[in-house]
């Protein structure tokens, strides 16, 4: 689920919760709150996107 999550967040910065839970819905067959997606993303992107390779431009 990571990988799919992260993914949508890749392919559009600016989706909302809302959009991911419905595309996770449609796509994936996941179906997941928006309280608990909100407190994953929280617990994860402390660590995954801490240690995302650097990818500023210049």
């Known amino acids: 689920m990571l990988m799919n999550i992260v993914g949508l967040i890749d392919e559009r910065k600016d989706i909302s919760l809302n959009e991911m839970m419905e595309r996770l819905a449609v796509e ?23 240690s995302r390779p650097d990818t500023k431009r210049s």
């Open 28 to 50: 994936r067959s996941t179906h997941i709150g928006r309280s608990a997606l909100s407190d994953w993303l929280s617990r994860v992107s402390q660590s995954w996107f801490a």
